[in-house]
């Protein structure tokens, strides 16, 4: 329903009820992609007259598409009944599911899916225990109402009563739900329903079974979180102790075992993971803040020292993975790290650090090393884009750009001549930055080595009176040190 007036609305609404079934399939997409949009006012009465056609395309496209709650609920009931030649259980098990991941028919309060309203009570205990497709619809409806998803994550209200096998199998199909990775913050307010949402996915670090089967299905739900969107707990140490006593934890995991991650087991992977995720507050004020300043010093860098200050066992890697993923890292941190044996723990937690891919000089350093995961390096670069619009999420090495539009379903092609030429401004920027950098850092030396007393006697000479002199050479003395410090740390990576 694109079109403006309310005339236009009723001639395609009479179009729409004489088409053939193909068509009211396609009028219908339309009609839904519409109101995710815009939010336009509900036809239920055209969904109703639709619906009274009971033909099973038409059907199909009021599950996928309809507004209006009542019309989604009479089609499911109509995928519970018997079947029949023109509707056999293929085709009613489809249409169940098409409701279930309905993205349109949301709660007019909440602007949510609520499945409860939709199929009652007795169906959704049904899907719960029984439906494995229907199940993997709805917790993967990025609609779907929050507080469900966090009373399932918290193992409350409607999954209170569910077995263990079933909570791990209705957790096991959220973790591909987008809604995890979209917080709808807007000029009304922060989706609190989203941070209630995280903090409900981290306190089943608290209190699911520490067993093989959960290790790897919480691992596979944290692998996929943007690290700017997860809760911020105040301690996570009891979190690692819990995880990291599971034994007998070697659970295959190819994606992982890329690169130099081999010496890591699958339970110190887990621990790492939780780590580069929560451990915003896990180390000291001094290892979160380390000095760039203090290299040039004879200070060790931040990776050295925090390598150093701890053991090799789960939770003292996890703690070192915390500090990769959370802490403003140098080219020497790289350097180092590339060349020490923890390298395997600096390869999986450095793609949690944000700061890495803003950062063009660190981000050349990941992909040169050619040994991280490239799939959760192309998810990371997508999550910022998708937080920064801003951020360009095509690596910076050609052969990894190429591999980014493959991975992301496209046919690769040559960058077009507008990107081309905002590159070529951009270096030289970077080069009159340069340049500048060298005559300020000239400059300021000069000044520093000329002295305070000899500016204040050359401003004494052009009639200034003594304390002011003074003034402006030991001013002039300070902006010197401040520009020269300024030039030393920037080119320090």
């Not at 001639?11 to 219908?28: F, M």
């Not at 499945?115 to 439906?131: D, H, M, Q």
């Not at 987008?178 to 609190?192: E, W």
């Not at 192309?378 to 920064?388: D, K, L, M, T, W």
Request: hydrophobic residues 40%.
């Amino acid at each position: 329903m694109t079109t403006g007036t309310s005339e236009d609305k009723s001639i395609w609404c009479a179009r729409l009820l004489t088409s053939r079934p193909e068509e009211v399939y396609r009028g219908l997409k339309d009609y839904g992609d519409q109101h995710k949009r815009d939010w336009p006012e509900c036809n239920q009465a055209l969904e109703t007259a639709l619906l009274q056609r009971d033909d099973p395309l038409i059907d199909l496209g009021l599950a996928q598409f309809a507004n209006t709650t009542g019309v989604v609920s009479a089609v499911f009931k109509k995928g519970l009944a018997a079947p029949t030649p023109m509707r056999d259980t293929l085709y009613l098990d489809g249409l169940r599911i098409a409701c279930l991941s309905n993205q349109v028919a949301t709660n007019m309060l909440r602007r949510s899916f609520d499945p409860v309203e939709i199929i009652g009570e007795a169906e959704f205990r049904r899907v719960l225990a029984e439906a494995e497709n229907e199940a993997h619809a709805l917790f993967c409806n990025p609609n779907l109402d929050t507080s469900l998803l966090e009373s399932l994550y918290r193992r409350t209200g409607h999954f209170a009563d569910l077995s263990e096998v079933n909570w791990l199998r209705l957790i096991a199909r959220s973790k591909n739900n987008p809604r995890l990775n979209d917080r709808r913050d807007s000029m009304s307010g922060p989706d609190l329903g989203h941070y209630r949402l995280h903090d409900a996915v981290y306190a089943l670090l608290e209190t699911a079974p520490t067993t093989e089967p959960w290790a790897e299905i919480l691992y596979d739900l944290l692998y996929g979180l943007d690290p700017s969107l997860v809760a911020r707990p105040e301690r996570i140490d009891h979190v690692l102790t819990r995880w990291s006593a599971v034994e007998n934890c070697d659970l295959a995991d190819d994606r992982l075992e890329r690169g130099n991650l081999a010496p890591l087991s699958f339970i110190q992977k887990f621990c790492c993971l939780i780590a580069a995720l929560y451990g915003h507050k896990m180390l000291a004020p001094k290892e979160a803040n380390q000095s760039r300043f203090r290299l040039w010093f004879g200070r060790k860098s931040g990776v050295e020292s925090v390598m150093h200050s701890h053991g090799n066992d789960a939770v003292a890697r996890a703690v070192r993975s915390a500090y990769y993923a959370k802490a403003q890292l140098t080219s020497r941190d790289f350097d180092y790290a590339i060349y020490h044996a923890d390298w395997h723990v600096f390869d999986f937690a450095v793609l949690f650090n944000e700061d890495v891919y803003r950062n063009p000089t660190l981000r050349k350093l990941l992909e040169e090393s050619g040994s991280f995961d490239e799939e959760r390096y192309f998810q990371r670069c997508v999550q910022i884009h998708h937080g920064s619009p801003h951020f360009d999420p095509r690596p910076l090495s050609p052969e990894l750009a190429f591999q980014f539009e493959l991975w992301r379903g496209k046919q690769p092609f040559d960058q077009p001549r507008f990107t081309q030429m905002s590159d070529e401004i951009e270096k030289r920027l970077r080069r009159l930055h340069a340049t500048a950098d060298v005559i300020l850092a000239i400059v300021s030396a000069a000044t520093i080595w000329f002295g305070a007393d000899r500016l204040a006697a050359l401003w004494a000479k052009a009639g200034l009176e003594y304390w002011q002199a003074h003034l402006l050479a030991f001013a002039a003395m300070f902006i010197g040190v401040g520009v020269l410090a300024r030039y030393v740390w920037r080119h320090s990576n």
